[in-house]
């Protein structure tokens, strides 16, 4: 298996233009988690999927970041307009819906600059 | 709410010899996992062990064991026979074992040097 799979793996970007990042899971993974890490904040998680739907998007930190999971294998983070403050590396991980001990697998992550 | 302390923000240790890194948890649930990762350079982020609260044995892989204390919310990774490659970032994390509600919850991370 690849693994999980995230595109573009840099994106500089001038603010107030629409970012979208995208995941691809492991296939037979259900659940699907997009994080954002920066220095300050650590690891957070945005929001997380079971079987394509929004579980909990709590973490999302305002209406301009959006997150859809069409189907099993694919899954984007829309955020418009960019601000530079959403400058970080935003990861994309998966794991098998209810398997006890099994941690998540993560993409290689996307590091988004917002000039 | 779940939440997850690693107190020290770096520690440097030299090659061959062993370092522990530390960890706590605070929870109300009886039945969850615990999970170091790794993150290299590279951004990777590299799981490097996990517990499950209902297991008194501590877990161990190869050079990385852990110290798991249940009655105190402590969870410590131990690095034996240090490498260079060991140089990174570790991340504590917590989930509860409530299926639906899989979410990790991270801790802010140490790094890890390995000196020469």
């Known amino acids: 298996d690849a693994g999980v799979i995230q595109s573009p793996r840099h994106e500089v970007t001038e603010m107030g233009q629409e970012v979208t990042l995208r995941c691809k899971p492991i296939s037979g993974h259900n659940s699907l988690f997009w994080y954002r890490q920066t220095m300050m904040r650590g690891l957070e998680l945005l929001i997380y999927?079971?079987?394509?739907?929004?579980?909990?998007d709590s973490g999302m930190p305002e209406d301009r970041f959006s997150a859809k999971m069409p189907n099993a294998s694919f899954s984007t983070l829309k955020i418009q307009p960019s601000e530079p403050r959403d400058s970080a590396v935003y990861f994309c991980?998966?794991?098998?819906?209810?398997?006890?001990?099994?941690?998540?697998?993560f993409g290689s992550g996307t590091r988004l600059t917002v000039v | 709410a779940q939440t997850v302390t690693q107190s020290q923000p770096e520690m440097s240790v030299q090659e061959a010899e062993t370092v522990t890194l530390s960890c706590t948890y605070d929870?109300?649930?009886?039945?969850?996992?615990l999970f170091w990762y790794k993150q290299p350079p590279s951004r990777q982020m590299i799981l490097v062990i996990r517990?499950?609260?209902?297991?008194?044995q501590n877990a161990t892989e190869n050079r990385f064991s852990v110290n798991f204390q249940k009655a105190a919310k402590s969870f410590s990774l131990k690095i034996s026979d240090s490498q260079l490659g060991d140089t990174a970032m570790y991340f504590c994390?917590?989930?509860?074992?409530?299926?639906?509600?899989?979410?990790?919850?991270f801790g802010k991370g140490i790094t890890l040097s390995v000196r020469p």
């Open positions: 517990q499950e609260a209902y297991k008194q």
């Open positions: 929870t109300s649930e009886n039945n969850y996992y």
């Open positions: 999927f079971n079987n394509n739907v929004p579980i909990d």
């Open positions: 991980a998966s794991r098998p819906t209810g398997a006890g001990n099994y941690g998540y697998t």
């Open positions: 994390a917590f989930r509860e074992d409530t299926g639906a509600n899989s979410k990790l919850t």
